[in-house]
Structure formats: C-alpha cells, structure tokens
C-alpha cells in the first residue's frame, strides 16, 4: 500500500519564522503535490512536481516554495509564515494519469 | 476551463436510508473522475475512480458512482450508510497534465 507520510500533524509557529512542511513517498511516483484545506473552499493547490528538481506552480503560489531534491521527497516552503497562511496541508503523490495519495495532513497555526 | 461542483454543501441523512451525492464537471475531453472520502483530522481516501468503460463503477465500503455524459455528472451513491460513513466526500477530475481538480466537497452527517 502506498505511504505517503507528513512530518508533522500540528505545528505551531510564528509570524515571519520561515517554515518547512516535509513530505515522503514510499512508491516510487513521479508526481507529487501541496494543497492547502480551507472551510468552503476545498483543496487548493500550492505547487506540484512531476520529477526530481522541477516544480510548476499551481494556483495559489504566492507566499510559498517548494523543493524536490530525491524523488521521495518534496518540502514545502512558507518563507515568511503570515497568519493568513494558517491552514491544513495535504500533501500528495501518483504515478502519471492515476490516482493522488494523500497523506495525513498538517495542521498549521500562525501567531 | 476545468472545475468540479458539488452543488450540496452538506447532507444528512438516516443511518440505514439511501444515498446519493452529486458531482457535475466542466471538461472538455473524456474525463478521469474520481471520489475521495476525508474523515476529520485525516488525509484523502479514495472511494472508487473511472477511467473507461462500464459507467457504473464500484469502490470501496459499499459504494458506487455512476459517469453520465449527458449530464455531465458523477454521482456517488451507497444504498445503506452506516454511522461510519459521515465524514466529508470530495469528486475530482484529473486532467491530462496530471493536475487534479477537485470539489468544495459535501460534508455527510449520518443521524440514528
């Protein structure tokens, strides 16, 4: 069964701090997306990479970075965390023209 | 341009009744649609997917969709919840790209 495992569930940080969500695939798949989970306003994607150290903005970019060194692997930047950036974080990965995986999420508070 | 509507917010339902969720896309090509469950504090799970074929398609926990071009709909349906059911559905539609678009989901509250 595929895993896909985010570093944290909860995480708490400030305002300005510069914040790295970490998140892991065990299958070997080429694609790997962030999204952000808002009440009323679904899944929103952040950015999303089709292989090792290229990356593709999706529709909602602004205020983060990505980076995908090792294909498992793909992190998600806040580079300057703004209390508007408070939300859950799914992260997900497939193979080409297949189903997403997600995995559990994490929580995200601003001060 | 591609989108996914859920046009139900949210949905309560009798444990032991019928249920239906709709879904309607916007795509221009045959599209690939998928159904995917979240239950509170979790990530996505996917319920069942079409590609091609049969349009009635089955998944998993009892449920079932139905791809109707016409309409341009992908109906979730199950013919008995149960109390574990309740938790927020999400359909998507995956574009050519790689790049899914997904619902503002309906959130399923399961009564006694």
């Known amino acids: 069964d595929v895993k896909v495992t985010q570093s944290s569930r909860y995480l708490v940080k400030r305002t300005g701090e510069k914040v790295f969500l970490e998140c892991v695939q065990d299958?070997?798949?080429?694609?790997m997306f962030w999204y952000r989970q808002d009440p009323g306003l679904g899944l929103r994607l952040i950015y999303f990479?089709?292989?090792?150290?290229?990356?593709e903005k999706g529709d909602i970019p602004e205020g983060y970075s990505v980076s995908r060194e090792k294909k498992e692997r793909f992190s998600l930047i806040l580079e300057s965390a703004s209390t508007n950036q408070t939300s859950m974080y799914l992260c997900?990965?497939?193979?080409?023209?297949?189903?997403?995986?997600f995995g559990d999420g994490t929580r995200l508070s601003i001060l | 341009a591609q989108s996914v509507t859920q046009p139900d917010i949210h949905i309560t339902v009798s444990e032991g009744a019928s249920l239906e969720l709709r879904c309607n896309y916007s795509?221009?090509?045959?599209?690939?649609l998928f159904w995917y469950v979240q239950s509170p504090g979790q990530g996505l799970q996917l319920l069942l997917k079409?590609?091609?074929?049969?349009?009635l398609v089955q998944g998993i926990k009892g449920f079932e969709a139905e791809f109707k071009r016409s309409q341009s709909s992908f109906n979730l349906r199950k013919p008995s919840v149960h109390w574990s059911d309740a938790a927020e559905y999400f359909c998507a539609v995956l574009h050519t790209g790689n790049q899914f678009y997904f619902g503002t989901g309906t959130s399923l509250t399961v009564i006694p």
């Open positions: 795509y221009g090509a045959t599209p690939y």
């Open positions: 997900a990965s497939s193979l080409k023209i297949q189903p997403q995986h």
């Open positions: 079409y590609f091609s074929g049969d349009t």
């Open positions: 299958m070997d798949h080429e694609n």
């Open positions: 990479s089709y292989d090792v150290k290229m990356k």
